[in-house]
C-alpha cells in the first residue's frame, strides 16, 4: 500500500496565479479530506467528501478555494487566485468508514505552499 | 466552543528518559480521542484511539490514558528514543456524526542524545 500519494510536494508561486494540489487517496478508502496546516492555526479541516461527494465545505476560507474529487481515486485542491495568506501546508488524508467514526485519517506527506 | 488544549508547547529531555504529555477537550458531545504523531516534513500518524469507555490504551511504548469525567487525556512515552522526536497532536471527535474533529495545537517533543 503506497499510503496517500500528494503532488507537488512544494509550490511556490506568484500572488494572482492559479495553484492547484493533487492527492490520490489510499485505494478503497471512500472518506477524503483537505487540511491546512499553519504554525498559527495548526491544523484546519478544510472540506471533506465521502463517494467522491463534498459533504462539509465549511472550512473553505473562501470563494478562491474549491476542491474536485472526479472519482474514487483522485482529488483536487484549487486556489485562484492565490494570496501570500495561503502559504501553508495542505494535507489529504482519506480514511475507510466501514470501521465507523473511529475510522483513523491516513495523511499524505502535505504540499507545502509558498505565494510571494 | 469546542476546544482542544495541549501542553507544555515544547518540551526537550534526554534520551531513555519518559515524559508525559496532556490533553484537555471541552468538545460535547464526545465520541473518541486520538493521539498523532507528526514527524518534520510528514503527514500526522495514529497512535492510538481512545472512546468514552476506555481509560488506557498502549502501543509500544506509548501509553494513552482518557479521564471522560475531566476531560483529560495524557500521552506517556517510555524510555524515549531519538525518533520520538516530533509533534504530537491530540484530536477529538464529537458525537454528532459526520467527521467534525478538533485539533489541539500540539507538543513539540525534543529528545536529544
Known amino acids: 500500500d503506497a499510503g496517500v500519494i500528494q503532488s507537488p510536494r512544494h509550490e511556490v508561486t506568484e500572488m494572482g496565479q492559479e495553484v492547484t494540489l493533487r492527492c490520490k487517496p489510499i485505494s478503497g478508502h471512500d472518506y477524503l479530506f483537505w487540511y491546512r496546516q499553519t504554525m498559527m492555526r495548526g491544523l484546519e479541516l478544510l472540506i471533506y467528501f465521502n463517494n467522491n461527494v463534498p459533504i462539509d465545505d465549511s472550512g473553505m476560507p473562501e470563494d478562491r478555494f474549491s476542491a474536485k474529487m472526479p472519482n474514487a481515486s483522485f482529488s483536487t485542491l484549487k486556489i485562484q487566485p492565490s494570496e501570500p495568506r495561503d502559504s501553508a501546508v495542505y494535507f489529504c488524508?482519506?480514511?475507510?468508514?466501514?470501521?465507523?467514526?473511529?475510522?483513523?485519517?491516513?495523511f499524505g506527506n502535505g504540499t507545502r505552499l509558498t505565494v510571494t | 466552543k469546542n476546544q482542544v488544549e495541549q501542553s507544555p508547547q515544547s518540551l526537550i529531555i534526554l534520551e531513555g528518559k519518559n515524559c508525559t504529555l496532556q490533553c484537555n477537550y471541552t468538545v460535547s458531545p464526545f465520541s473518541n480521542l486520538r493521539w498523532y504523531k507528526q514527524d518534520t516534513g510528514r503527514g500526522p500518524v495514529s497512535l492510538t484511539i481512545m472512546t468514552f469507555s476506555e481509560n488506557t490504551k498502549s502501543n509500544g511504548r506509548y501509553t494513552a490514558t482518557l479521564d471522560a469525567d475531566t476531560k483529560q487525556s495524557s500521552l506517556h512515552i517510555t524510555a524515549s528514543q531519538l525518533s520520538d522526536s516530533a509533534s504530537y497532536i491530540c484530536?477529538?471527535?464529537?458525537?454528532?456524526?459526520?467527521?467534525?474533529?478538533?485539533f489541539g495545537a500540539g507538543t513539540r517533543l525534543f529528545v536529544k542524545a
Open positions: 484530536v477529538v471527535s464529537d458525537g454528532t456524526g459526520g467527521f467534525k474533529t478538533i
Open positions: 488524508a482519506s480514511s475507510l468508514s466501514a470501521r465507523g467514526l473511529g475510522s483513523p485519517l491516513h
